[in-house]
């Protein structure tokens, strides 16, 4: 049974930090927001298909790397690249920029959640329900990403607490 200890004021606080960080934020926070992209670029998904096609330029990916707090490793491996392809390219291919719009619409998900310190640490705990692995360990593979919002659905719904 966890307890909760009440402070001065009206206010009470947590002894438990699992779930001390697990409240909605009221945070706004879109994909073309994390991607730097003008609002309604990409709301549709004929949209999308154009934009991945087009590729997202270098300052998409800075941008999602500024409100992620992930570093240029971490993401590399995301879009399954090298560091130093990284390092020069100026406009991502079809491939990449999709995986971009799926990390950015994962993080607008969990930031929106957790906000941004909570839901990195969110990131780094292993659930029991993703096999008792970290969720940033399967931000490579679609299927992984998609896991990783259900989980965030889940815990939107009340499911889990």
Avoid: C
């Avoid at 994909?31 to 670029?41: A, F, M, R, T």
């Avoid at 659930?127 to 360990?137: A, S, V, Y």
């Amino acid at each position: 049974m966890k307890r909760y200890k009440k402070t001065s004021g009206s206010k009470s606080t947590v002894n438990d930090a699992e779930v001390a960080y697990v409240k909605k934020q009221n945070v706004d926070v879109t994909p073309e927001v994390l991607l730097s992209i003008s609002e309604g670029h990409l709301t549709e998904p004929l949209q999308r298909v154009f934009a991945f096609r087009k590729g997202f330029r270098k300052k998409s990916f800075d941008k999602l790397k500024e409100y992620s707090g992930l570093d240029n490793n971490t993401l590399a491996i995301a879009l399954a690249v090298s560091a130093k392809t990284i390092q020069r390219v100026q406009t991502f291919d079809i491939v990449q920029s999709e995986k971009l719009y799926q990390l950015a619409t994962l993080y607008a998900m969990g930031l929106s959640y957790f906000g941004k310190e909570g839901f990195s640490r969110w990131m780094e705990r292993p659930l029991f329900t993703l096999g008792n692995r970290k969720p940033i360990e399967l931000i490579d593979v679609s299927e992984g990403l998609e896991l990783v919002k259900a989980e965030i659905i889940r815990l939107q719904h009340g499911v889990g607490l």
